[in-house]
């Protein structure tokens, strides 16, 4: 199979606003902290006032959770939504969702639910990601939120979710599962992991939701051929030598029937101007 290598397809239009397709992305709307203890006080307890600390959006997950579905939640704390079913930890913390994607006509939003997902961990340049999105059927609230960096959420995550999409509408089977890994106590995910199959297709996705970050430049090592291993790097070190910061944001692996990859996609983010590319190689 003849695959290009290093094929460089800018994505920088994803981050501005000014570009055309931009309004089709549907950035998560911002809403003040005041008005989240306002939905969840009318929610839980309209007598009552709460205050959200950076830890209690976790115990509000576990409360809503369990006034929706209280006979069905295993002390495990796993619970379903949408048809889509989500694992906690101890923390309260979605780290594994499980879920059969359905395409929806209009992924319609609720401004209601569409929180500060991770409270004050939240960080400026991020959005409340849908681990499900709304086009695929996911939940708008905050089961199924957390916080993801703009660049993934409206980039990486979003090319995702519009391959699946368009494979729903084809009327192709998918299946989707996502992991996500926290740093200590943090409740904001520092790495998500994506595994969908489309009919046949098997695909896997792993997303850096951290800035100036090279820690995917491990998984790309044992993925693509140990010279284009090299060329990526000199790559990097020579745009760190100009005074560039740059981040991996994703590395996609595509398998064929037989189960072996052919295909490795590797998002490269230069953070000071935003100009993402994505390098196709032929996988190892």
Not at 129 to 154: K, S, Y
Not at 243 to 256: A, L, N, R
Request: glycine share 8%; hydrophobic share 25%; aromatic share 6%.
């Amino acid at each position: 199979m003849d695959i290009r290598k290093t094929l460089d397809m800018p994505e920088s239009s994803l981050l501005k606003p000014e570009t055309g397709n931009f309004k089709s992305i549907k950035p998560q709307s911002e809403i003040t902290l005041l008005e989240i203890q306002n939905f969840w006080n009318h929610k839980f307890m309209p007598e009552e006032s709460i205050n959200i600390s950076p830890h209690s959006l976790g115990e509000i997950r576990k409360d809503f959770i369990l006034s929706e579905k209280q006979d069905e939640i295993s002390i495990n704390m796993e619970y379903e939504k949408n048809g889509n079913k989500y694992y906690l930890d101890d923390k309260s913390r979605i780290i594994k969702c499980k879920a059969k994607p359905q395409y929806t006509e209009d992924g319609v939003r609720n401004i209601k639910e569409q929180i500060e997902a991770g409270g004050n961990e939240r960080r400026n340049d991020d959005d409340g990601g849908h681990i499900v999105g709304r086009v695929l059927g996911g939940a708008e609230g905050l089961e199924n939120l957390v916080p993801m960096r703009r660049t993934i959420n409206r980039g990486d995550y979003k090319k995702m979710e519009n391959e699946i999409s368009h494979g729903l509408k084809e009327g192709k089977e998918v299946e989707l599962e996502v992991q996500l890994q926290y740093k200590d106590d943090s409740g904001r995910p520092s790495k998500i992991m994506a595994n969908y199959t489309i009919e046949d297709k098997v695909v896997q996705v792993k997303f850096e939701n951290e800035p100036n970050s090279l820690d995917l430049l491990n998984d790309a090592q044992d993925k693509i051929s140990e010279e284009d291993y090299r060329a990526l790097k000199k790559e990097l070190d020579d745009m760190y030598g100009e005074g560039s910061t740059m981040t991996i944001t994703s590395i996609k692996t595509e398998y064929d029937d037989m189960g072996s990859p052919y295909k490795v996609t590797i998002g490269v983010l230069e953070e000071e101007t935003c100009e993402k590319s994505y390098k196709v190689y032929e996988a190892r």
